[in-house]
C-alpha cells in the first residue's frame, strides 16, 4: 500500500510529495520527492511497539536549511572528492568546494537537493517507489547526461530495499548512496553509544584531517575500528587512537573483506533493549560509518521538536571508496556509455 500526500512547496513553488509504503510486516516507510529522502522508517520493537529509526524533520523547511544530508539520496559522487577536482580521459574538471578545499556529496546542489520524478508501483506486499532523475551533461561540472534510477522497495519481510541504477552518453564519475540516519531505539532516544555494530570489514581507508584518504588503507585489528565481531558503538568514542581524537566519532569508511561484487549480508546494527536489528546487505565493496559527530545542535530540530544531538544515529552509506577517481587502485567509479551502474542496498529489519 503506498500513500500519497502533500508534504509543502519549495521556494520555486514546486510541490514535495510524501510516500509512506506499509504492507502489514514490522516496517513502514515513508520517502519524498525531495531528495529522495528517506524521512521515516517505523519499525516495531519484540512488543510490538512501534518507533521512527531514523532522524528527521516534520516539515520540508528543516530538509532545506539543516546540514546533514538527512536520509537523502547523494550523487553524483558520494563522500570527498579531494581537492574537489579530478582528472578523466586527460581532460581536469574543477568541482564546487562545499568541505572546505573539498568537494562532498555532489557539490553545491547535489542529488539530495532535487526534485524526483515519482512513479507508484503499488502492492498490497511489496510496494515500490521508483525515483527518476536526469543530471545534464555540465552539472556542478560533471561530464555527460546522466540518467538514474534508483527503486525504494518493501518487502513481505520488512526489509527495505534500494537499487541504484544510472547510464550516460559521456564517460562521468558515479557513486550513489542514502545518507540516512539510523537509531534503533529511536531517532529521539539520545546517543547511539549502546547499539551493537557488526561490519565484515577489516580496513579503513586512511584519512588525513580533512577526511580525505592518503591511498594508505589501515588494518583494523587492533583499533577502534575493528567491528568483525559485534561490539558496542560507544566503546571507541573514548579510544587513544589519532582519527578517532581528531573526528570525535566514526566518519571513516569501512573496507568489506569480500570484494568479490556479490550482494550479500555484510553487517547488522542491533538495540538490545527493544530488540529491533537491522541487516545491511549490499553488493558495495565499502560503507561509511558516521555517528553524527558534526551534527550542529543549533540547526531545526528533528521530528516533534526534538534537539538535534550529537551521537544521534549510525549512517551507513554503502558505496565506492571516497576520492577513488584521484587514487589508482582504489575503487572504480568510472562509468562508459554503454555501461550500467547497477547497485542494491538492503535495510532488513528484525524484531
Known amino acids: 500500500m503506498i500513500k500519497k500526500e502533500l508534504f509543502g512547496k519549495l521556494p520555486c513553488g514546486c510541490e514535495v510529495y510524501s510516500y509512506t509504503l506499509s504492507n502489514g510486516s514490522i516496517t513502514s516507510a515513508c520517502i519524498l520527492s525531495y531528495g529522495g529522502i528517506i524521512k521515516n522508517i517505523w519499525v516495531k520493537d519484540k512488543n510490538g511497539v512501534e518507533a521512527d529509526v531514523v532522524c528527521g524533520f516534520d516539515n520540508l523547511e528543516g530538509y532545506l536549511t539543516s546540514g546533514g544530508y538527512q536520509g537523502a539520496l547523494i550523487g553524483r559522487i558520494g563522500n570527498r572528492i579531494g581537492g574537489a577536482k579530478f582528472t578523466l ?31 507508484e508501483a503499488d502492492s498490497d506486499s511489496e510496494p515500490s517507489l521508483i525515483l527518476t532523475y536526469t543530471s545534464p551533461d555540465g552539472e556542478e561540472n560533471y561530464p555527460g547526461t546522466l540518467t538514474v534510477k534508483v527503486t525504494y522497495t518493501l518487502s513481505k519481510n520488512g526489509a527495505l530495499s534500494i537499487h541504484y541504477e544510472a547510464e550516460t552518453d559521456k564517460t562521468t564519475i558515479v557513486s550513489l548512496t542514502n545518507h540516512s540516519y539510523f537509531n534503533l531505539a529511536g531517532y529521539n532516544a539520545g546517543p ?14 586512511s584519512l588525513d584531517n580533512e577526511l580525505i584518504p592518503d591511498g594508505k588503507l589501515i588494518d583494523v585489528e587492533g583499533t577502534p575500528y575493528d567491528f568483525r565481531k559485534a561490539k558496542k558503538v560507544g566503546e571507541g568514542f573514548g579510544a587513544d587512537f589519532p582519527m578517532m581524537k581528531e573526528f570525535g566519532g566514526y566518519d571513516n ?20 533493549k527493544s530488540g529491533r536489528k537491522l541487516d545491511l546487505y549490499t553488493d558495495q565493496p565499502c560503507v561509511q560509518v558516521y555517528t553524527g559527530n558534526m551534527i550542529n545542535v543549533n540547526d531545526p530540530s528533528f521530528k516533534n521538536g526534538v534537539k538535534q544531538y550529537t551521537h544521534c544515529a549510525v549512517c551507513l552509506e554503502t558505496q565506492a571508496m571516497p576520492d577513488s577517481i584521484n587514487h589508482p587502485g582504489f575503487t572504480n567509479t568510472v562509468l562508459k556509455p554503454g555501461e550500467k551502474y547497477d547497485t542494491t542496498t538492503t535495510f532488513a529489519f528484525f524484531n
Do not use: M, P
Open 89 to 119: 580521459e586527460g581532460k581536469e574538471y574543477e568541482l564546487y568546494k562545499n568541505d572546505g578545499n573539498n568537494s562532498l556529496h555532489g557539490g553545491k546542489d547535489g542529488f539530495n537537493a532535487k526534485i524526483w520524478n515519482v512513479v
Open 253 to 272: 569508511n569501512f573496507v568489506f573483506a569480500d570484494q568479490s561484487g556479490k550482494y550479500f549480508k555484510r553487517g547488522s546494527l542491533e538495540d538490545t
Open 192 to 205: 547511539v553509544d549502546d547499539l551493537v555494530l557488526q561490519l565484515d570489514c577489516d580496513k579503513i581507508n
